[in-house]
């Protein structure tokens, strides 16, 4: 935007050329949000400091989200590929684990460090709430024994190679790439799809939709229903499955048909 209309007087720019630059971006429409959103908060910040009397973003709208599920969920076969790629010891796999065993969404796990660990209990304020969702998440010992053997950093558990924090944009770019190298299908190559798998196995094993709100710092019961629905489906197809299996009856094999000559014969 600097390069293209970074010498035009922002108090001229008006809600035609904000739709104007949300057209020309509408072949991408994650960039077209990001720009709005960029621009949003730049004007709110300009008219609340008297530098413009209007806000020329308001009442422009987000292009509509493309239908689907969303993240591709991991696999189990994911996980177990991922694994197999990154042991404990390295800390790709601190990622992995961290991400598994925790729920955190990516602007959540980049801050988690151990001045959040008490009693063997994380507790932080997740970011997508506005800091004010506070969740609080018992540390596993298979989590426990994978961020023992580290390599961790000190302000944060997740570091990059000189043991720094990892902005959740770097975070999520490096872990696009150890996904890659251990052959995770690049739909699934973002961490919000562990989140999706740590969720369902969760539910699978029982949470109710409360536990998985508690976990996962959903405030929407929604999403947490929509996981248990899905455990609850298959749960209830195996059980079914087993009583038609149960049900099934033997029947006799049909008598092989008589052959012609033989009925004339009769």
């Known amino acids: 935007m600097l390069n293209t209309a970074g010498y035009e ?7 035609a050329a904000i739709e104007a630059g949300k057209e020309r971006r509408a072949h991408t ?18 008219k609340h400091a008297g530098h413009v009397k209007i806000d020329p973003t ?22 177990a590929a991922y694994e197999r790629r990154w042991h404990i010891g390295t800390r790709q796999r601190v990622w992995l684990d961290i991400l598994l065993y925790t729920g955190l969404r990516r602007g959540d796990v980049v801050r ?3 001045q959040h660990v008490r009693n063997g209990v994380a507790t932080l304020k ?3 709430g506005s800091f004010k969702v506070e969740v609080n998440l018992p540390i596993l010992s298979v989590l426990q024994a994978t961020l ?9 558990f997740i570091c990059g190679e000189r043991g720094r924090p990892l902005t959740k944009e770097s975070f999520g770019n490096m872990f696009k790439d150890a996904c890659k190298m251990a052959g995770v299908n690049a739909p699934k190559q973002a961490a919000h799809g562990l989140r999706k798998v740590a969720a369902t196995r969760a539910a699978e094993n029982g949470a109710t939709e409360f536990e998985l709100m508690a976990i996962f710092g959903w405030t929407d019961p929604k999403m947490a229903a929509h996981y248990v629905k899905a455990a609850n489906r298959r749960r209830l197809a195996a059980q079914a ?7 099934r009856t033997s029947i006799p094999a049909p008598e092989p048909p008589v052959r012609a000559a033989e009925a004339k014969a009769k």
């Open 58 to 79: 308001a009442g422009v709208s987000n292009p509509p989200r493309k239908q689907g599920d969303g993240f591709k969920v991991w696999t189990e076969d994911d996980v």
């Open 9 to 15: 007087p922002y108090a001229k720019i008006s809600a």
């Open 29 to 46: 429409p994650h960039q077209c949000r990001n720009f709005l959103d960029a621009m949003r908060g730049l004007f709110r910040w300009a």
């Open 112 to 114: 988690l460090g151990r």
């Open 241 to 247: 499955m087993e009583k038609l299996n149960a049900s």
């Open 148 to 156: 023992d053997a580290g390599p961790c950093g000190d302000l944060a």
């Open 126 to 128: 997740n970011e997508k």
